[in-house]
């Protein structure tokens, strides 16, 4: 690659060095949605700036404020993900369904977007997380969540055939290029029994977890006030991660229910005493890159976790501005009661990009990184 030339201002040096990168992207673009196209996706566009936010524990919304032309001011928030909205749409698809035009339907069975979304609270220098980034998302009305898998591999290996062996080679390779030919697909609880040995079948409640955790000196006694939630967190951080770093592509699917979030809540089986949630996520070369539910379709359970996570944000932060302003969109709870089933998937794109470009990080494919913007040197 050509060198630098540093007589230029300092955005032009930030540009001209991401100039292959920057192309790179664009055909990875192309890519993904000639994919969607060709599999019947209908592309959407919904929008950034919401009057409510998601409270998800792991997420923090962004707050942007502006006013009309009467000077009335509004609080709103930039979305953490078109999730909301998108599910809006796949209510739509069941009222057309009962309309005399029922071919309509399939136009919105099965859509996503790509697109910007924010969160605040993240690391400006990480190498893995932007402020704003590209979410993909797709959802398939009336579907198993097995039918999201074999979407996830069905579209990057289809990238791994476009784009990689069509890819820029004036930058240096790294390490060897991805190899998307095998995929894994493995049970949360068998990593935790393989790389633990910690048998969740054992188990009579995901509480009791935190009693084995310290007997078997997997954590050290000073975590014994962690919830169940941010214990199997940790647990995963220390001992799951760096197994899945030394492999190419894997699905892990059925987590313990109290790592649910928004997806439905599997009922308790004979083998076992314990509920999980119906939820995978993809990792390629130990990167979490995606992060799919069978939905949770249920409107009162759908407000009893927003309720349950509000009183935890109020008992942690309890000056927090979101915690006092926080609202439910009631109109995504009336989506909801519309919706008999659907599966669904947000994919981080920026970091499959990274990937699939072997970048560095995630600044280097995207032009104009709030690192690049914000935390630049004299900035």
């Known amino acids: 690659m050509n060198s630098l030339n540093t007589d230029i201002p300092t955005f032009l040096q930030i540009l001209q060095r991401k100039a292959t990168w920057l192309k790179q992207r664009s055909q ?16 959407l566009q919904t929008p950034c700036l919401l ?100 979407d996830v591999e069905s579209l990057l290996s289809f990238i791994h055939k476009e784009f990689l062996a069509k890819q820029d080679t004036q930058h240096e390779r790294k390490k060897p290029p991805l190899n998307l030919e095998r995929w894994q697909r493995i049970r949360f609880a068998d990593l935790f029994s393989q790389h633990l040995n910690l048998d969740f079948n054992t188990l009579h409640s995901w509480d009791e977890l935190r009693k084995k955790t310290l007997e078997k000196k997997l954590l050290p006694q000073k975590d014994k006030s962690l919830s169940v939630e941010d214990m199997l967190h940790k647990l995963f951080l220390i001992y799951i991660h760096p197994v899945l770093q030394k492999k190419e592509a894997v699905i892990i699917y059925d987590y313990p229910a109290p790592l649910a979030a928004n997806s439905l809540i599997k009922t308790k089986s004979s083998a076992s005493h314990l509920a999980y949630a119906s939820r995978f996520e993809v990792y390629i070369q130990g990167l979490e890159v995606a992060n799919a539910f069978e939905e949770l379709c ?82």
């Not at 990875?28 to 592309?43: D, P, V």
């Not at 501005?321 to 994919?347: H, M, T, V, W, Y």
Request: glycine content about 4%; some cysteine.
């Open 298 to 379: 249920n409107a009162t359970e759908q407000r009893r976790r927003f309720l349950e996570n509000l009183k935890m944000l109020q008992k942690t932060q309890p000056a927090s501005r979101l915690a006092k302003n926080f609202s439910i969109d009631e109109e995504f709870l009336q989506a909801l009661k519309q919706i008999p089933s659907a599966s669904g998937i947000a994919l981080g794109a920026d970091r499959l990009c990274m990937l699939f470009s072997q970048a560095a990080n995630v600044h280097e494919v995207t032009a104009f990184s709030s690192k690049d913007i914000f935390a630049r040197p004299g900035s």
């Open 51 to 150: 009057p409510y936010f998601s409270l998800e524990s792991n997420l923090m919304p962004m707050e942007a404020s502006f006013f009309d032309d009467a000077g009335k001011s509004y609080q709103g928030y930039l979305r953490c993900s078109p999730e909301f909205s998108l599910k809006k749409i796949l209510a739509l698809a069941m009222t057309l369904a009962q309309s005399p035009a029922k071919n309509s339907l399939h136009d919105f069975s099965k859509i996503y977007e790509l697109g910007p979304c924010f969160r605040s609270a993240e690391p400006l220098d990480s190498p893995h997380h932007l402020t704003e980034f590209f979410m993909l998302e797709w959802y398939r009305l009336k579907a198993p969540l097995e039918k999201i898998m074999d």
């Open 28 to 43: 990875f673009t192309r890519i993904l949605r000639l994919w969607f196209q060709q599999h019947g996706f209908l592309e």
